[in-house]
C-alpha cells in the first residue's frame, strides 16, 4: 500500500458513522445512495410500503462532511439473529476502507442491541469481501433482484 491509499485509509477511519433516523434527510440521502448503486442498474425502484417497513430498522450511515457516502440496514429477525441488507457504499469511495469501516460499526451497534448473529443475502461478486471480515456462505447460491446471491453469517459472540 502507498503513502496516498495509507493517507485515504486514515481519514476513512476518522469519518463519522452513526445511526440515521427514518425519515430525517440522511435517511433521505441513504434513499438515494441505495437507489444509485443498488435498484438503479438493474431497472428496480423502491415503494412507498419499502421504505416505510424500514421505521423500525437500524439505520446506518457513514458521512464525509453532510454527504452520506456508506450505508446499510440491520433489520431483526429473532431476539438474536439480525439481517443486514442494502449495504452501498458511493462509488468514488469504493476500495479504501470505508466498507469494513461501516461494517465493524454495524456488528457492534448489533452486538449492542442483544444479536448473536447477523444473517445476509450477499451478492455473489461481493462475498469474498465479507469473507475477509469473517462472514461464512450457508447454502446454495440464489437468483434474487435479478442478481446471484450467497446466504452469509458471522457469529457476533
Same mark, same amino acid.
Given at each position: 500500500?502507498?503513502?496516498?491509499?495509507?493517507?485515504?485509509?486514515?481519514?476513512?477511519?476518522?469519518?463519522?458513522?452513526?445511526?440515521?433516523?427514518?425519515?430525517?434527510?440522511?435517511?433521505?440521502?441513504?434513499?438515494?445512495?441505495?437507489?444509485?448503486?443498488?435498484?438503479?442498474?438493474?431497472?428496480?425502484?423502491?415503494?412507498?410500503?419499502?421504505?416505510?417497513? *424500514?421505521?423500525?430498522?437500524?439505520? @446506518? &450511515?457513514?458521512?464525509?462532511?453532510? +454527504?452520506?457516502?456508506?450505508?446499510?440496514? $440491520?433489520?431483526?429477525?429473532?431476539?438474536?439473529?439480525?439481517?443486514?441488507?442494502?449495504?452501498?457504499?458511493?462509488?468514488?469511495?469504493?476500495?479504501?476502507?470505508?466498507?469494513?469501516?461501516?461494517?465493524?460499526?454495524?456488528?457492534?451497534?448489533?452486538?449492542?442491541?442483544?444479536?448473536?448473529?447477523?444473517?445476509?443475502?450477499?451478492?455473489?461478486?461481493? *462475498?469474498?469481501?465479507?469473507?475477509? @471480515? &469473517?462472514?461464512?456462505?450457508?447454502? +446454495?447460491?440464489?437468483?434474487?433482484?435479478? $442478481?446471484?446471491?450467497?446466504?452469509?453469517?458471522?457469529?457476533?459472540?
Amino acid at each position: 500500500m502507498n503513502s496516498t491509499n495509507t493517507g485515504r485509509n486514515n481519514l476513512i477511519c476518522s469519518m463519522p458513522i452513526k445511526i440515521i433516523d427514518h425519515g430525517s434527510p440522511a435517511y433521505e440521502q441513504m434513499v438515494q445512495l441505495r437507489m444509485d448503486i443498488l435498484r438503479k442498474p438493474l431497472g428496480l425502484h423502491f415503494t412507498e410500503e419499502d421504505l416505510k417497513n *424500514e421505521k423500525d430498522d437500524i439505520l @446506518i &450511515g457513514a458521512f464525509e462532511d453532510d +454527504d452520506l457516502v456508506a450505508c446499510c440496514i $440491520l433489520t431483526k429477525i429473532s431476539p438474536t439473529l439480525c439481517k443486514l441488507r442494502q449495504m452501498a457504499v458511493h462509488q468514488k469511495m469504493q476500495r479504501n476502507g470505508i466498507g469494513h469501516a461501516i461494517m465493524q460499526f454495524a456488528e457492534h451497534v448489533a452486538r449492542d442491541a442483544g444479536f448473536k448473529t447477523i444473517t445476509m443475502h450477499a451478492r455473489k461478486t461481493a *462475498e469474498s469481501f465479507y469473507e475477509k @471480515i &469473517g462472514y461464512s456462505t450457508y447454502g +446454495d447460491e440464489f437468483i434474487e433482484v435479478t $442478481l446471484p446471491h450467497v446466504e452469509m453469517r458471522k457469529n457476533l459472540i
